[in-house]
């Protein structure tokens, strides 16, 4: 018992090591997260120009448009959380430091989700008011983003770390994380649509919190299983 | 003498047989030697001979394809979390952040390797880097880097080294200094095998020729 808490702790420090790690490197960078938000609120500008500007017609895709554009921000910076680490010899030592792989792989995670996934739910108010997104709407929109995108995070980095060193593996691993990513969207925007037609909203968040938890027991280490393939 | 970071734990790591694959190509086979506490190790042989993934067996980073790999006379597996912390491994990439200062990358890995508080400052002594301790290693010339990489070996607590090629773009000075390094590790119970083409001056080091243990040439049935 006493053995289990020292070990627990133990994995809490190097999580947060980690973490941290990760965090100041993106806090030198600056400009990586800054990309992910402003694509977010570029790609997500573009579609009134393309499907005109009638009120009720955007505030009717508002959701929808939020979410896949969210989905592609993180989506593009995915190859952030393993790629430089593999070039310069530090996931490797990672991959062989006296620490559980699963528990440093799932800190990379959540550092990609504050500096990736947070920044675009903080930004996604600023894309629903652009699109006239009835005010009833927002707090389960934000709800649903704060559960959706950790998701996006944890299975992302199961595809950035199982498309690792191969060749063209930046356009094998949208081919292989898009496809999972579908029910954290189909789940994402039938909550906002619920809470505009008022119908109850729960059930859709708590799949999506469902979702979240089961991502993060599996995620980290089947990813970590992908960085030790990459590695050997 | 620089004032070193004892090893804990030292023990014998012994090899038996060792064989191992790429891909489908066999690299070597037949590797076995032992190692005591304050012996040395250095492995030589032509390029592509498997010194690089013999060091990397050991590591536990390729998968052994035959053989055994024992810890004071125990089989281990070198990818098991207990043996990780046992050896310190140095690859050909140093493993570090441009954007990060010499002492935040080396406290990054010394805290990850379970070292000492003051393991870090005393390894920046040691390979001669307290003046650059504060400069982000963006701005630190390929010797340094290689030298704070050594560092991060040095400020590990682990009893077994394994070096490849450490003295790449390394000087004179900054030679003299690893094998200081080298001697104050093995004096104080520790273990190294390094894979150089150099002379570092490693007294009473054995010698393993890769060359020696070529594999048997694959099978005409075998060959795509």
């Known amino acids: 018992m ?23 490197l993106a806090l030198r960078q600056r400009g990586d997260a800054a990309l992910s938000v402003l694509f977010f609120v570029l790609a997500a500008s573009l579609f009134p120009f393309g499907v005109g500007a009638n009120a009720e017609l955007l505030a009717r895709i508002a959701p929808g448009v939020v979410w896949v554009t969210a989905l592609l921000a993180v989506l593009l910076s995915l190859d952030r959380l393993f790629e430089r680490d593999h070039l310069d010899g530090s996931l490797e030592l990672l991959a062989r430091a006296p620490a559980p792989l699963g528990v440093i792989v799932a800190a990379k995670m959540a550092a990609h989700w504050l500096t990736t996934g947070l920044p675009v739910v903080v930004a996604a108010p600023i894309i629903a008011g652009m699109y006239a997104l009835p005010p009833s709407g927002y707090p389960v929109l934000m709800m649903a983003m704060l559960l959706g995108t950790p998701c996006l995070s944890l299975i992302g980095g199961v595809g950035a770390a199982l498309t ?12 292989v994380v898009l496809p999972l990513y579908i029910p954290v969207l189909i789940f994402g925007v039938t909550a906002v649509d619920a809470s505009l037609a008022g119908l109850p909203v729960r059930p859709h968040l708590m799949l999506l919190g469902a979702m979240l938890l089961g991502a993060a027991a599996l995620a980290p280490w089947a ?10 | 003498m620089p004032a070193h970071i004892a090893p804990s734990r030292a023990g014998t ?5 060792l064989g191992c694959l790429r891909g489908d190509v066999p690299v070597f086979a037949g590797v076995g030697f032992a190692l005591e506490p304050g012996a040395a190790l250095v492995l030589r042989g032509p390029n592509g001979s498997g010194k690089s993934s013999l060091l990397r067996v050991l590591a536990g980073l390729l998968p052994a394809a035959a053989g055994q790999i ?9 990818a098991d979390e207990a043996h990780r912390g046992r050896v310190a491994y140095l690859g050909h990439a140093d493993a570090l952040k441009p954007v990060l200062t010499a002492r935040e990358n080396l406290a990054f890995w010394a805290r990850l390797q379970a070292a000492p508080a003051d393991a870090a400052q005393a390894a920046l002594d040691d390979l001669d880097l307290a003046s650059l301790a504060d400069t982000p290693v963006g701005r630190l010339s390929a010797g340094q880097r290689r030298r704070l990489a050594i560092a991060r070996v040095a400020a590990s607590a682990a009893p077994v080294w394994l070096l490849d090629e450490p003295a790449v773009s390394l000087d004179g000075a900054a030679l003299e200094r690893l094998a200081a390094v080298l001697a104050a590790h093995r004096d104080a119970g520790g273990s190294a095998v390094v894979a150089t083409h150099r002379t570092l001056g490693l007294p009473d080091a054995r010698e393993l020729d890769m060359a020696h243990h070529e594999p048997a040439p694959l099978p005409p049935e075998a060959v795509p």
């Open chain 1, 2 to 24: 006493k053995e289990g808490g020292a070990v627990s702790a133990g994995m809490a420090a190097t999580f947060a090591h980690v973490l941290g790690r990760d965090l100041r």
């Open chain 1, 164 to 175: 690792l060193g191969a060749r063209r593996g930046g356009v094998l691993m949208p081919l």
């Open chain 1, 223 to 232: 990813a970590a299983a992908g960085v030790r393939q990459a590695v050997a």
């Open chain 2, 13 to 17: 790591l012994a090899v038996r047989d």
């Open chain 2, 70 to 78: 024992l810890w004071d006379g125990t089989p281990v597996d070198p």
